[in-house]
Nanobody, 114 residues
Framework: QVYLRESGGGSVQAGGSLRLSCKAS????????INWYRQTPGNEREFVAR???????NYTDSVKGRFTISRDNVYRTAYLQMNSLKPEDTAIYYC????????WGQGTQVSVSS
C-alpha cells in the first residue's frame, strides 16, 4: 500500500520560511514524479510544484522564485522549501503521487500571518 506522510508545516510571519517533507513508502519512489498541492477552505486543491523522477521541476507562477521542490531517493522523501512566504500561501499542503490512481498524504497546515 502506498503511503505518504507530510510534515514541517507551522505558523510563520510574512517573509519567513518553512520546509515541508513528504515521506513515502510502498512504492519504488525513485521512479515516480512527486507533486505538491495546496488547498484553502471552500476551494479545490491547487497545484504548487512537481519534480520528475529525473529531477526536473516546474512550479505554479505564484510560487516561482520563492519555493523549491527537491527529492532524496535514498530516504524516499520529497521536500518543498518555501521562502519569502506570503499570507496568501496559507493553506493545507499535500503531497501526491500518481500510480494506478492518485495517492495523497494527510496534509500539513501552513499559516502565514501579515
Amino acid at each position: 500500500q502506498v503511503y505518504l506522510r507530510e510534515s514541517g508545516g507551522g505558523s510563520v510571519q510574512a517573509g519567513g520560511s518553512l520546509r515541508l517533507s513528504c515521506k513515502a513508502s510502498g512504492l519504488n519512489f525513485r521512479l515516480y514524479p512527486i507533486n505538491w498541492y495546496r488547498q484553502t477552505p471552500g476551494n479545490e486543491r491547487e497545484f504548487v510544484a512537481r519534480i520528475s523522477s529525473e529531477g526536473s521541476t516546474n512550479y505554479t507562477d505564484s510560487v516561482k522564485g520563492r519555493f523549491t521542490i527537491s527529492r532524496d531517493n535514498v530516504y524516499r522523501t520529497a521536500y518543498l522549501q518555501m521562502n519569502s512566504l506570503k499570507p496568501e500561501d496559507t493553506a493545507i499542503y499535500y503531497c501526491n503521487v500518481v500510480l494506478s490512481r492518485n495517492f495523497w498524504g494527510q496534509g500539513t497546515q501552513v499559516s502565514v500571518s501579515s
